[in-house]
Nanobody, 123 residues
Framework: QVQLVESGGGLVQAGGSLRLSCAAS????????MGWFRQAPGKERELVAG????????YYTDSVKGRFTISRDNAKNTVYLQMNSLKPEDTAVYYC????????????????WGQGTQVTVSS
């Protein structure tokens, strides 16, 4: 049974930082592209960042470029999202997700999802 468990969310002031973690089990982690998505109230879910199996190829949506960094540790079956210079508009539930194989990160089909972790940025 595949499980993705996010942690690290919370309440932070604008300009602050948070580091999200997603621990995966039940799958061959190194065979999966991993993504971080977010969904704010009343908005559609969006792909924030993605990373291919080797960690050498990453994707970021424009609004987080230069502020967020995605990374992975295949030995620990964990993917991270370091979020710096947070803004109130980053407030959302953040989900990690897994897509088998390698392709265009933003076009892949993400089959496995975590339960999400709330990130709230106060102004």
């Amino acid at each position: 049974q595949v499980q993705l468990v996010e942690s690290g969310g919370g309440l932070v002031q604008a300009g602050g930082s948070l580091r999200l973690s997603c621990a995966a089990s039940g799958l061959t982690f190194s065979s999966y592209t991993m993504g971080w998505f977010r969904q704010a109230p009343g908005k559609e879910r969006e792909l924030v960042a993605g990373i291919k199996w080797s960690g050498g190829n990453t994707y970021y949506t424009d609004s987080v470029k230069g502020r967020f960094t995605i990374s992975r540790d295949n030995a620990k079956n964990t993917v991270y999202l370091q979020m710096n210079s947070l803004k109130p508009e980053d407030t959302a539930v953040y989900y990690c997700a897994a897509a088998y194989g390698s392709g265009i990160v933003r076009e892949m089909r993400y089959d496995y999802w975590g339960q999400g972790t709330q990130v709230t940025v106060s102004s």
